[in-house]
C-alpha cells in the first residue's frame, strides 16, 4: 500500500460526498432522519455523526498531501459504514435508506481505498 494516493480524485469524490452528506445532516431531511431513527440512534448525538463525517473529508483531502493522513480516513470511513450496515442488521431495519446509504457509501470507500492505494 502507498501512503499518498495514486490517484487523487477518488479521494476527493468520497471527501465531497462525506461534506454533502454532513451538510444535509445538519437540517436531516426525511431519508436521513428515518436511517438514524431506523437504527435507534439517539437524536442527541447525531451532531456526533455530522464531525466524524467533516473530518473524514478534511483527513481525505489533508491526505492528499501529508503522507498517511488519506489511508488513515479513507480506512476510518470504511470502519464507519462497517459499523452503520451492522447497526442496520441488528435493527432489522433494511429499507431503501440501507441499500443506498449505507452500502453505497461503503461501496464509495472501499473503491477509493483500492483505487487510490493499492499499487496496481
Not at 441488528?90 to 483505487?115: D, I, P, S
Request: hydrophobic share 65%; charged share 10%.
Amino acid at each position: 500500500m502507498l501512503l499518498l494516493p495514486e490517484l487523487w480524485w477518488p479521494s476527493t469524490v468520497l471527501a465531497l460526498a462525506l461534506f454533502a452528506d454532513a451538510v444535509l445532516s445538519m437540517r436531516a431531511p426525511r431519508f436521513i432522519r428515518d436511517c438514524l431513527n431506523g437504527v435507534g440512534f439517539p437524536r442527541e448525538w447525531w451532531w456526533a455523526l455530522i464531525v466524524i463525517k467533516l473530518m473524514a473529508a478534511i483527513g481525505l483531502l489533508a491526505g492528499l498531501a501529508v503522507p498517511g493522513v488519506g489511508i488513515a480516513a479513507n480506512i476510518g470511513v470504511v470502519a464507519y459504514f462497517l459499523t452503520a450496515i451492522y447497526a442496520h442488521i441488528r435493527a432489522r431495519f433494511l429499507k431503501q435508506e440501507f441499500w443506498l446509504n449505507c452500502l453505497g457509501m461503503l461501496t464509495l470507500a472501499v473503491a477509493t481505498l483500492v483505487l487510490s492505494y493499492v499499487p496496481w
